[in-house]
């Protein structure tokens, strides 16, 4: 076994990166969300249950959670390469992969695995490029630029911030820490989904969701210098899973009931606006994505701190995977559209094989690319 003193770190960037392929299926064959293709059949009412649960249950951690530990990394990565050497180092691993996509891959997909295109070929791209429609193109990608964002800006604020280094909480985090966590996340995603409800987004940044994505990226700053992740208490983790996992599960299926979710058929009220379902389901998802957050921090560290080669073969490929799943997905999907089952069993096919697909390309092809050989994982253990 190949044993590492925070593997698992990057067991849970994979374990996420894996759950965004997941996601990215779902919405194919859910119709809920957006993504390049959908194939939506006729969806019983367990199958819509599923997919709802599956998606909205996901949304609440899985994008935070990356955040989080990409903001645990970026101190001592700053510390160690200098403020020139830091934003280098993040222009080319972030900065790169994101604007290849958006040059490269993102009209690949829109204009020959899609045909969104009517026009001829050589209209298309000069209208994608010189009409900067390539700006709006991240796809996936958009973690990428967010991130390359939130990195430049701490560079900038880092010796300035009220909440220094040497104001750092040295106590591993507790019960009311994480109901601070969850009240001020709460109301910021409300406030933003005022006037950025669920499934708006500008320039692909779903700004619906950046409350947690910041607060958590900060939080992960903050938790660096005393390595308090590290140290999140295992019990308290056991219990943050538990909490979410059945009184949680409990209150979002109430939340929706009583919401009148099924009974008015439209989750519109859940989305945003000054409505009591949008603060109800805001609360539900800061409270889970903190719990589930935490919770898995404590339990791999505590239970999933080793990696065999082949995990770590995986681990290795998983930012490849997230860059480049994208056609890949969409392409197995088109492919897979005549099959006639249900669209629950597509989604559990089309997944495994997009994600075996990803993984094998990642490992044998996407590696011996030099873009991608250079460029490490943005949070990846040698930062540290």
């Known amino acids: 076994m190949v044993e590492q003193r925070s593997g698992y770190i990057d067991n849970i960037r994979l374990g996420m990166i894996v759950l965004v392929v997941l996601v990215h299926a779902a919405v194919t064959y859910s119709g809920i969300g957006s993504w390049y293709y959908k194939d939506v059949g006729k969806l019983s009412i367990i199958e819509t249950l599923l997919f709802l649960f599956f998606q909205s249950f996901t ?25 020139g050497g830091f934003l280098r180092d993040r222009l080319v691993r972030l900065g790169g992969p994101a604007l290849f996509y958006m040059l490269a891959i993102n009209p690949f997909i829109s204009y020959f695995l899609i045909g969104q295109a009517k026009r001829p070929f050589l209209d298309y791209f000069a209208s994608y490029y010189l009409g900067l429609r390539f700006v709006g193109g991240s796809g996936p990608l958009w973690f990428a630029l967010a991130l390359l964002v939130f990195s430049v800006i701490y ?16 106590r591993p985090y507790g019960v009311l820490d994480l109901i601070g966590l969850i009240v001020l996340i709460t109301v910021c995603t409300f406030l933003v989904r005022l006037v950025q409800p669920i499934d708006t987004s500008i320039l692909n940044m779903q700004f619906c969701f950046f409350s947690q994505y910041i607060i958590f990226f900060i939080v992960g700053t903050m938790a ?3 390595r308090l992740l590290d140290r999140v208490d295992y019990r308290l983790g056991v219990r943050c899973l538990q909490i979410a996992l059945v009184p949680g599960i409990i209150f979002w299926v109430l939340m929706l009931v009583i919401g009148g979710a099924f009974s008015l058929g439209s989750v519109a009220a859940f989305k945003g606006g000054f409505h009591w379902q949008s603060l109800a389901y805001a609360f539900w998802e800061s409270t889970n994505g903190v719990l589930i957050s935490f919770g898995l921090i404590a339990v791999f560290r505590e239970r999933l701190n080793k990696q065999n080669n082949f995990i770590k073969q995986m681990s290795n490929a998983s930012f490849a995977v997230y860059a480049f799943h994208a056609p890949i997905l969409v392409a197995i999907s088109k492919i897979m559209q005549p099959w006639c089952t249900t669209p629950l069993i597509k989604f559990i096919g089309v997944s495994v094989i997009a994600l075996i697909v990803s993984f094998g390309l ?23």
């Open 59 to 83: 949304q609440s951690y899985f994008m935070g959670l990356l955040f989080l530990l990409a903001g645990y990394m970026v101190p001592r990565a700053l510390e160690k390469k200098g403020p």
């Open 155 to 170: 560079t900038v604020v880092q010796r300035r911030l009220i909440l220094g280094n040497k104001h750092n909480q040295q």
């Open 224 to 226: 660096a210098q005393e």
């Open 362 to 384: 990642a490992h044998l092809i996407l590696k011996r690319i030099p873009l991608f050989y250079t460029v490490k994982p943005p949070i990846r253990l040698s930062d540290k």
